[in-house]
């Protein structure tokens, strides 16, 4: 293998989605055909940020981001501040840039566009491409039901409460990874402790509700059931996940947790009592168990 040349897929990769990992597989095939190494140039920002503004709710920070991308078989990760410079760059110089630094060849998607005024289109990158001899190859859009699979139809699914069809789409469970923060340990008070989350800023929060999870930790996946929202019912404030992971002795605090979203269960709602939370908890918790048990 060619440790210094590497076929890059370029995209944002937005929850690398099936449509994402059509481009991460031919990525690979191109790269072992080539003997070379595949990997993912992406940005450290949306570029709708600058570009449009805004930027959409991402799915995944850029670590987890990372994570699913080294998980789909890729050797390198190249994150690319999306600045103004870049934003103003010439598409070709923006290729020429990437030889600079070992790219031998590229994998883009058919509606791809890149450099300033978005002038970059896959056609203009597959001439660069066989005018310099290097291999390439420009991937059909993916569709599911009808649907074409992408980072904005996830985002309305997991905004509607529907993790397994956003799941379907993304080939892997919609997940969230961060450090476990002490709340106010209420869940103890009544023999059901919480690994509390928060969302990070930019990131995307599905609806408000109880979820069936798994949840990941040193190697090992635990159930769970997670509320994601304010937590009415004990005066909460602000956004989190709190997952009460099953069959799960020990103190989380500080220690980084994955939780993957499976199965949408009820609204987050109000209750009289923390005895009726607790009761009600006790059914999400057997719901969950056998949610798990059927798909083993």
């Given at each position: 293998m060619n440790e210094q040349k590497t076929i890059y897929a370029l995209g944002f990769f937005d929850g690398v989605h099936l449509g994402h990992q059509a481009l991460l597989k031919q990525c690979r095939e191109l790269a072992a055909k080539h003997g070379c190494n595949a990997g993912v140039v992406t940005f450290t920002s949306h570029p709708d940020g600058l570009v449009l503004g805004q930027s959409p709710a991402l799915l995944n920070t850029s670590d987890d981001r990372a994570r699913l991308l080294y998980a789909y078989g890729v050797d390198a990760v190249k994150e690319i501040p999306f600045d103004r410079e870049l934003m103003s760059t010439h598409w070709s110089a923006f290729l020429n840039s990437l030889v600079a630094i070992g790219a031998a060849g590229f994998v883009c998607g058919d509606d791809f566009r890149f450099g300033a005024g978005g002038l970059g289109t896959p056609k203009k990158l597959a001439a660069y491409c066989n005018k310099r001899n290097l291999p390439y190859a420009v991937v059909p859009e993916q569709v599911m039901d009808g649907e074409r699979i992408s980072s904005t139809r996830i985002r309305e699914?997991?905004?509607?409460?529907?993790?397994?069809?956003a799941g379907q789409m993304l080939g892997h469970p919609h997940i969230l990874t961060?450090?476990?923060?002490?709340?106010?340990?209420?869940?103890?008070t009544i023999g059901i402790p919480t690994a509390n989350l928060i969302f990070p800023e930019g990131v995307i929060v599905p609806k408000f509700g109880v979820y069936a999870c798994k949840v990941g930790f040193n190697g090992k996946a635990y159930s769970a059931v997670t509320n994601i929202g304010t937590r009415p019912t004990v005066n909460g404030e602000g956004i989190t996940a709190e997952a009460?992971?099953?069959?799960?002795?020990?103190?989380?605090?500080?220690?980084?947790?994955?939780?993957?979203?499976?199965?949408?269960?009820?609204?987050?709602?109000?209750f009289a009592n923390l005895d009726a939370l607790k009761a009600q908890i006790a059914e999400d918790i057997a719901q969950t168990q056998g949610i798990f048990k059927q798909t083993l």
């Open positions: 699914l997991l905004e509607e409460g529907k993790p397994e069809k961060g450090e476990v923060l002490a709340g106010k340990q209420l869940g103890r009460h992971i099953l069959d799960f002795e020990g103190d989380l605090y500080g220690k980084e947790i994955t939780v993957a979203f499976c199965k949408f269960l009820r609204p987050e709602q109000k």
